[in-house]
T-cell receptor, first 113, second 107 residues
């Protein structure tokens, strides 16, 4: 089982460049999430999608946009990258059944110079 | 808003028990989770506990929940060097994460 797949695994950008991070899951989950992980700050929710066609802001949405392309795919876009967006980005998905945990991808390590 | 707090570091000797603590604020959380993150990898679910339970044991892992104090702990018995990782507690459906506790196991 592939689970949650994120691409790319690593990326270096210059300030002002744009970039889309891709995420796909093969578990037929309704809900999908994007987090960023920074040292000493745990994971912070950027955006989430409770179902195909819906998206909602999380704790730190500024500077990001998302698209829930279909049930499988949930992409995160940086329109004009800034050094403060240097981070590790994780995508996760979960079923709607109460108490079920999220399943995470391996992350995208993004550096913005 | 909702918040989850953990201490940042814990260092133990191989063979000792490790106890990682977590406090949370959302008393309506139905489930609380422990995730493990090894270097360079994503988060893996380690264990979870339903809010109407006080304790859950799974091999070397024991989870204790004190709902009154909103305190959750993860005990790892006979800690091994392979247990070295960052451990996150999380609560709620959207998963509010703590900052993560980096466990270092010395031989």
């Amino acid at each position: 089982n592939a689970g949650v797949t994120q691409t790319p695994k690593f990326q270096v950008l210059k300030t002002g460049q744009s970039m889309t991070l891709q995420c796909a899951q093969d578990m037929n989950h309704n809900s999908m999430y994007w987090y960023r992980q920074d040292p000493g700050m745990g994971l912070r929710l950027i955006y989430y999608s409770a179902s195909e066609g819906t998206t909602d802001k999380g704790e730190v949405p500024n500077g990001y946009n998302v698209s829930r392309l279909n049930k499988r795919e949930f992409s995160l876009r940086l329109e004009s990258a800034a050094p403060s967006q240097t981070s590790v980005y994780f995508c996760a998905s979960r079923t709607d059944r109460v108490g079920q945990p999220q399943h995470f991808g391996d992350g995208t390590r993004l550096s913005i110079l | 808003g909702e918040d989850v707090e953990q201490s940042l570091f814990l260092s133990v000797r191989e063979g000792d028990s490790s106890v990682i603590n977590c406090t949370y604020t959302d008393s309506s959380s139905t489930y609380l989770y422990w995730y493990k993150q090894e270097p360079g990898a994503g988060l893996q679910l380690l264990t979870y506990i339903f809010s109407n339970m006080d304790m859950k044991q799974d091999q070397r892992l024991t989870v204790l929940l004190n709902k009154k104090d909103k305190h959750l702990s993860l005990r790892i018995a006979d800690t091994q060097t392979g247990d070295s990782a960052i451990y996150f507690c999380a609560e709620g459906g959207k998963l509010i994460f703590g900052q993560g506790t980096e466990l270092s196991v010395k031989p």
